[in-house]
């Protein structure tokens, strides 16, 4: 079945530390791929996609994500995190049959010690 | 530039009753997606509407009715209210421009179904 996993329901890092949020994804095809950011009470904000071309993206705020084909991964890395940067992160997928609905990810809450 | 907005930002209603969303795109998009998020969980797609036709339906059912205006402007209509209809519904809207489409995120319609 078709579905996007981030298999890290919680993360907690110490503020400037590196980060990696993990995303897997299995669809027959490379779908388009996308990270979003929802601090509470808000809506989501993208942070970077993936359509084609260079599989390490750059993103806003940032953050970066590699695609992997091998491995169908699209993990999100921040060299060094803030204490803005806790929120909920979701993977994203849009199928490559372009029907636009994009299925989401549960979601990983990152949590940032001082 | 106004984004997407929504309205209202809170709602409560018994069951049974009945609720509109509404939403305005994003200047110069024309598709409006919706989408529904249950606390701790990832959006789900509800539906999507283009050219003021549902082209799109998520696995939702019937009581889930959408609308989308000449400006561009969509309502989410759900009715016989259950429990479990609480949630925080959010609109997307894109631009369709024959390449892949990223969407833009409203802050949500918090719905409280008691």
């Known amino acids: 079945a078709q579905s996007v996993t981030q298999p890290d329901i919680h993360i907690t890092v110490s503020e400037g530390a590196s980060l990696e949020l993990r995303c897997n994804y299995s669809?027959?095809?490379?779908?388009?791929l996308f990270w979003y950011v929802q601090s509470p009470g808000q809506g989501l904000q993208l942070l970077l996609k993936?359509?084609?071309?260079?599989?390490l993206v750059q993103g806003i705020k940032g953050f970066e994500a590699e695609f992997k084909r091998s491995q169908s991964s699209f993990n999100l890395r921040k060299p060094s995190v803030h204490w803005s940067d806790a929120a909920e992160y979701f993977c994203?997928?849009?199928?490559?049959?372009?029907?636009?609905?994009?299925?989401f990810g549960k979601g990983t809450r990152l949590h940032i010690l001082p | 530039d106004a984004g997407v907005t929504q309205s209202p930002t809170h709602l409560i209603k018994t069951r049974g009753q009945q609720v509109t969303l509404r939403c305005s795109p994003k200047s110069g998009h024309d598709t409006v997606s919706w989408y529904q998020q249950a606390l701790g969980q990832g959006p789900q797609f509800i539906f999507q509407?283009?050219?003021?036709?549902?082209?799109q339906r998520g696995n939702f059912p019937d009581r889930f009715s959408g609308h989308q205006f000449p400006n561009y402007s969509s309502e989410l209509n759900v009715n016989a209210l259950l429990l479990g209809d609480s949630a925080l519904y959010l609109c997307a809207s894109s631009a369709k421009q024959g390449g892949p489409e990223t969407q833009y995120f409203g802050p949500g319609t918090r719905l409280l179904v008691l």
């Open positions: 669809y027959g095809a490379t779908p388009y």
């Open positions: 509407y283009y050219e003021e036709e549902e082209r």
């Open positions: 994203a997928v849009v199928p490559w049959n372009r029907d636009d609905k994009i299925i």
């Open positions: 993936y359509f084609s071309g260079d599989t």
